[in-house]
Structure formats: structure tokens, C-alpha cells
């Protein structure tokens, strides 16, 4: 693709809505043209690539602010890049480990619920009023 991008080019092209793109620059993840005087603002083709490098970002788990510093890191800083990549992976299995927590939870409530058959009361509602 030649040439600079309208905002609504810019986010057809990319995949993204035009209050995404306002949004990103709000936050500083793309730098706002400043406006011409003819009226309308125009980015660089490299914008797209920029835009889905943060929706591809996003897919795997990172936060905005983290985004932003990965490309503040760039290319040139691999082990740098490397250790967000492993931070964020503990997250992710932490995360993991408090959901399969949740889910045996859920399932042992489940099953005194099958157990008790059709009782007066139920075992999750008194699990979730119990004051711990």
C-alpha cells in the first residue's frame, strides 16, 4: 500500500474500527498526524502494521500499557522482550491455576447441589452468604 491513509482507510485496512485508532492515540500506542491544513489527518501505511502488531499484542494476553512498552523496546532489545514474554506467561499460569481452583469449587458445589436432590436450601446460595 503507497501513499498515507485517511483514519477510516487506516482502520479498513488494519482491521480495526476508527474509535480504536482515536483510542490508541489517546494512549500514546500511535503518534496523532498533526492536521494539515486542507482538513484531514493522514498516517503512514507503517500504521497498519503498528495496529495489528497491538491487536496480535492483545491476543495474547498483553495489557495496553505493556504493549506500549514492548514498541517502546523495539527489535533491538530481545532479552528484554523475552522476560515481559515469561513475566506474562506466569500471569497466564497463575490465572490458569486460580481458574481450575474455581472451576473444582464450582463442581464440588455442583454436585452437593445433586446430592441434596430437592432440599429447602441450596448449597451454592449458602456458600455464597457463608461470612467467612
Same mark, same amino acid.
Given at each position: 500500500?503507497?501513499?498515507?491513509?485517511? +483514519?477510516?482507510?487506516?482502520? #479498513?485496512?488494519?482491521?480495526?474500527?476508527? %474509535?480504536?485508532?482515536?483510542?490508541? @492515540? $489517546?494512549?500514546?500506542?500511535?503518534?496523532?498526524?498533526? $492536521?494539515?491544513?486542507?482538513?484531514? #489527518?493522514?498516517?503512514?501505511?507503517?500504521?497498519?502494521?503498528?495496529?495489528?502488531?497491538? =491487536?496480535?499484542?492483545? =491476543? *495474547?494476553?498483553?495489557?495496553?500499557?505493556? +504493549?506500549? %512498552? *514492548?514498541?517502546?523496546?523495539?527489535?533491538?532489545?530481545?532479552?528484554?522482550?523475552? @522476560?515481559?514474554?515469561? @513475566? =506474562?506467561?506466569?500471569?497466564?499460569?497463575?490465572?490458569?491455576?486460580?481458574?481450575?481452583?474455581?472451576?473444582?469449587?464450582?463442581? $464440588?458445589?455442583?454436585?452437593?447441589?445433586? %446430592?441434596?436432590?430437592?432440599?429447602?436450601?441450596?448449597?451454592?446460595?449458602?456458600?455464597?452468604? $457463608? =461470612?467467612?
Amino acid at each position: 500500500m503507497h501513499g498515507s491513509l485517511t +483514519i477510516g482507510a487506516l482502520a #479498513r485496512a488494519a482491521g480495526v474500527n476508527v %474509535e480504536t485508532i482515536r483510542y490508541y @492515540q $489517546r494512549v500514546g500506542l500511535i503518534t496523532e498526524p498533526p $492536521r494539515p491544513a486542507t482538513g484531514y #489527518r493522514t498516517y503512514p501505511p507503517d500504521t497498519i502494521d503498528r495496529i495489528r502488531f497491538i =491487536k496480535r499484542a492483545q =491476543k *495474547l494476553g498483553f495489557r495496553l500499557r505493556e +504493549i506500549r %512498552e *514492548l514498541l517502546e523496546l523495539g527489535e533491538a532489545s530481545c532479552h528484554d522482550v523475552q @522476560q515481559r514474554a515469561q @513475566q =506474562k506467561r506466569e500471569q497466564i499460569d497463575r490465572q490458569i491455576a486460580d481458574l481450575q481452583a474455581l472451576r473444582e469449587t464450582l463442581d $464440588r458445589l455442583i454436585q452437593t447441589c445433586n %446430592e441434596r436432590g430437592e432440599s429447602r436450601s441450596c448449597p451454592i446460595v449458602e456458600s455464597l452468604q $457463608r =461470612k467467612d
